[in-house]
């Protein structure tokens, strides 16, 4: 990427934060972003202009609404390019609706994130102030989160105002606020009477490092095509993985072995028995037999199963149900013991025997082999492709463990969502995409965290006053502690006086409240206005990597908990990769802050941010040599139009984006070609006072170039329509590039001096249109353009009708009069090869040639 500095024009005019930007200063000879986007966006918050009220004093006003959610940043740092990828779409749909004259509401918010942030706080506290949550209370290490939130989320807040996004800050909604969580405590209850939510041991993916179960979006599958030493969190020395460890049960009670396989030799001291196919020939006399531990000392029965594949290792499969989930299932249908003996905090468990207890579990596998080795029982190992998982958040690996939770019934909600939607699939805004059935087909979810910072699970463990049972747990849930006594008494028949509540330390996936946003946050469960006149949203706009995880759940449980589908439509854009098509990971050191792009930045200062992140030493060497690398010189000051552009003119639907900033800086060049071509305008109009209204007579070349913008127009009505916005991007910098720029203008500035005033209204017609069209896109340099343009015509009005982000989007309709066809002008006067024909008709206005 080549680029030279370019030159920085501040706004010197001292204004105050809200008021408007004074454009009767001179006209820099430059366009330079930062003089641009300075003072738009604080005047725009301030009157209102991003509230769904503002449609009221709009005189071009329908009676059609259009809302939409942001989906909500975590509170765990800043945003990267895919979160500005998300916002330059949605903007641009905000804003031209909202041109369209509908009433428009589009929600800012946070999400708390439970593991992300608790994770990143306590890292923080470790590194400042070397202490670790547990020397905290809980109530000190959520002061200490919240310090956090405060933080980051005015940070995110601050990077959302400066792409433009034009939120409505009055709505702004945290998943931690009062209001929002008071929807997910009465959203658990709601489920909870249904018989939706229950509470049962599973197995579930649990990160020893953090100690606490985590979703299935937070497990990362490692690929492994053998042996391979990886860093674990709690070990000094690199795990060995990636290899098929064999050994030998003897039969008990006669001679004979049975040899198995597994990539998790610690695990063998939970195996209750031995599984092997029903058909399988090497096993057929063995059927029933028994084989005897030999480090428990107890029998493990030789059972059969069709589950079992013959030609994996030996055929016959080691069953620990404890710690894997398809044992699991043959503990179910075999009715086996389930036998833990790797603990939460990773450790080995007393069950394991004191040669084992305490120890840690890749200790313990060593141990074991040892073991096996010395009782003649091994039998090799091997290397072998794997799928390794991995926590996302600590970087431990997943240990599978058997767990008391409480689960969400999915399969009951999805059958209820797909009656609901009536077909099978739900529509993906025109595409050719769709959103499958299989995307419901889930098993039961895990809510359950067992962490501090997220909603309190509200349900409360029930002690009886004259019980003597210390087994059986007893449970209630309740909005508050006061209904939950007033359950528990009615359903155990006992007095409020005589029980004990004790409410469940666990928390709530993120996962869970996040499913609730589409109407949580206008105001569910109140009726509020916001929630009739704004629900169903109208469109979900979301990474496409989130449909199983985010969208598939908010349709279920808004499903469930409003009888409508949470949203009418669902658009899924691509993930953006950096320029060697890996996905921006902050553990990979390779995100980039999108306001490191509008402002620009050194070289140096890029590589102190990875210095200051959380990042292993060797990741940070590689992210800071890739740096060096894709910008030895920093990156350039591109601005926010120029980087909403180019991010708007990718195809958002398939594949994945290679973002290149030489791609952005090419807008910025653009940004630049609309900058001088405005300005010369404005010398044109200013020298000779022209009226503006003039439409006629009009010679061809004037004809053809509002043909071309009357095309261009219907192009940008098509694309908005199907929401492919890069069709949109590619016809507007089409027509101001090459229609008007290189071969309108340089045919007029001959003719200016003679001309009567019909080519200065054609150009400021064309002129003034094209940045209408362009607003959604760069809402801050045609603001600043369409402002000088609308002080030349000296109108008044009100100060909605003083921005540009409230006037009408063009319609083609409207520009009939300024089409030639139209106006009685023959399409066969026309330059060679300007006006597009087919079958005798003029594509652009359609009339017959």
Not at 683 to 712: F, I, K, N
């Amino acid at each position: 990427m080549k680029w030279s500095e370019k030159e920085r024009i501040a706004y010197s005019v001292s204004t105050p934060p809200g008021e408007k930007k004074d454009t009767t200063l001179p006209f820099p000879s430059s366009y330079s972003p930062e003089y641009v986007e300075t003072s738009w966006y604080p005047w725009w918050e301030k009157e209102g202009f991003f509230t769904p009220e503002i449609n009221d004093r709009l005189p071009h006003a329908v009676n059609r609404s259009f809302s939409m959610c942001i989906p909500p940043p975590n509170v765990t740092g800043t945003l990267h390019l895919g979160h500005a990828l998300t916002v330059a779409i949605e903007d641009a749909l905000v804003r031209w609706r909202r041109m369209q004259g509908y009433k428009v509401v589009w929600v800012p918010g946070c999400d708390h994130a439970g593991i992300a942030t608790q994770t990143v706080v306590e890292r923080r506290l470790f590194r400042e102030r070397g202490k670790r949550r547990q020397d905290l209370s809980r109530e000190e290490f959520l002061k200490e989160v919240w310090t956090w939130k405060k933080e980051k989320g005015e940070e995110i807040y601050h990077q959302l105002r400066k792409l433009g996004a034009s939120l409505d800050w009055s709505r702004a909604c945290f998943t931690m606020d009062p209001g929002f969580s008071s929807a997910v405590t009465e959203a658990f209850v709601r489920l909870c009477d249904s018989g939706l939510i229950y509470r049962s041991e599973g197995l579930v993916n649990w990160s020893c490092a953090l100690e606490s179960a985590i979703s299935d979006i937070e497990v990362d599958s490692k690929q492994l095509s053998g042996r391979t030493l990886l860093s674990v969190p709690g070990y000094q020395n690199r795990v060995e993985f990636g290899t098929m460890v064999t050994f030998s049960y003897p039969i008990d009670g006669q001679d004979g072995e049975v040899s198995v396989s597994t990539t998790r030799p610690e695990t063998m001291l939970g195996d209750v028995a031995i599984a092997v196919h029903p058909e399988d020939p090497r096993y057929q006399a063995i059927h029933g037999k028994q084989c005897r531990h030999p480090f428990a000392d107890r029998l493990l029965p030789i059972i059969t199963d069709t589950m079992v594949d013959m030609e994996l290792g030996t055929g016959a499969v080691k069953v620990t149900p404890a710690h894997d989930h398809t044992d699991f299932l043959l503990s179910q249908r075999h009715s086996l013991p389930r036998l833990t003996v790797i603990g939460g905090d990773g450790t080995m468990t007393p069950l394991c025997g004191q040669w084992l207890e305490g120890v840690k579990r890749f200790d313990a596998r060593e141990q074991v082999i040892d073991a096996l080795t010395e009782k003649m029982l091994f039998r090799g190992k091997r290397d072998h492709a794997m799928s390794l998982p991995v926590c996302s958040r600590s970087g431990d690996v997943i240990e599978p463990l058997l767990k008391k939770q409480w689960f969400v019934r999915c399969g009951e909600m999805a059958r209820r969502a797909i009656q609901v939607i009536g077909l099978p699939c739900y529509d993906l805004c025109g595409f050719n995409n769709v959103m499958p059935v299989c995307v419901f087909h889930v098993s039961d979810w895990c809510i359950s965290r067992q962490l501090w910072w997220g909603h309190q699970i509200p349900a409360y463990r029930v002690t009886l006053s004259d019980s003597t049972d210390t087994q059986e747990e007893l449970w209630v849930w309740g909005r508050s502690e006061e209904e939950a006594r007033e359950r528990a008494a009615g359903k155990y028949g006992v007095t409020a006086d005589t029980i004990t509540l004790t409410q469940d330390p666990d928390v709530l996936d993120t996962w869970f409240s996040s499913g609730l946003f589409p109407f949580a946050m206008l105001g569910w469960p109140q009726q509020t206005s916001d929630l009739r006149q704004f629900y169903p949203n109208t469109i979900l706009e979301t990474g496409s990597d989130l449909i199983f995880f985010w969208v598939a759940r908010m349709v279920m449980l808004g499903t469930e908990l409003t009888g409508q589908l949470p949203f009418k439509q669902v658009l899924l854009h691509s993930l953006v990769r950096d320029k060697h098509g890996r996905k921006m990971s902050k553990s990979l050191g390779n995100v980039i802050d999108p306001l490191d792009v509008i402002s620009g930045i050194s070289l140096e200062r890029l590589q102190e941010k990875v210095e200051e992140g959380n990042l292993d030493p060797r990741e940070s060497m590689v992210a800071m040599e890739a740096q060096r690398k894709d910008f030895p010189k920093g990156i350039p000051e591109c601005g926010t139009d120029a980087l909403r552009f180019a991010l708007c003119s990718y195809k958002a639907q398939g594949e994945d984006i290679s973002l290149s900033v030489s791609q952005v800086l090419s807008c910025r060049h653009f940004c630049n070609k609309m900058w001088q071509t405005v300005r010369f305008t404005l010398g044109v109009l200013e020298d000779r006072g022209a009226e503006l209204g003039t439409t006629s007579p009009l010679d061809s070349m004037d004809q053809w170039v509002c043909s071309r913008l009357y095309s261009t127009v219907l192009q940008c009505e098509q694309g908005f329509e199907r929401y492919e916005l890069h069709s949109v991007t590619a016809a507007l910098h089409s027509f101001w590039l090459h229609s008007l720029c290189d071969i309108y203008l340089e045919c007029i500035k001959p003719v200016l001096s003679q001309d009567s005033g019909v080519v200065r209204a054609v150009l400021y017609h064309c002129v003034s249109v094209s940045l209408a069209l362009l607003s959604p896109f760069m809402p801050f340099l045609t603001e600043e353009l369409w402002q000088r343009l609308y002080l030349l015509r000296g109108e008044s009005g009100d100060s909605a009708g003083a921005s540009l982000c409230l006037q009408p989007y063009p319609q083609s309709s409207q520009l009939h009069g300024w089409c030639h066809c139209h106006a009685g002008g023959s399409c066969q006067d026309e330059p060679a090869g300007r006006v597009p024909h087919e079958g005798g008709r003029c594509l652009p206005c359609n009339a017959q040639r």
